[in-house]
């Protein structure tokens, strides 16, 4: 039985890898900007004495919280797009070799030659 191609021998040029290869771009980015923020936070939080961290502080710090949680969760929405993405593309590649050999099959048992 022929081997075929996995979704790491898949071309890079096509638009669904190029989609995944941004997607995580953008992913690591996100991330690092979760972990910037969340040192940033933290630096705050010890910096700022407790008796200033009340009003427009305190929002601002829970604020800041919040936003490090949604930036984090959105860097494991993308983590989960990507592995999907992956997928399509190793199963778009499997269908794309079966046609390949499958035109070719055809072309020779008509006496063809595969286009």
Known sequence: ????????????????????????????????????????????????????????????LEKTDALETRIQESAEDLAQVNEVLEQQIGERADLEHELKLTKAALAQATGRAAP
């Open 1 to 60: 039985m022929p081997q075929q191609p996995s979704a790491a021998s898949a071309s890079a040029d096509t638009p669904l890898q190029r989609a995944l290869d941004k997607n995580e771009s953008v992913k690591d980015t996100v991330e690092q900007s979760a972990a910037e923020l969340l040192v940033i936070n933290t630096v705050l939080k010890q910096e700022i004495p407790p008796h200033v961290q009340t009003g427009d502080v305190a929002q601002a």
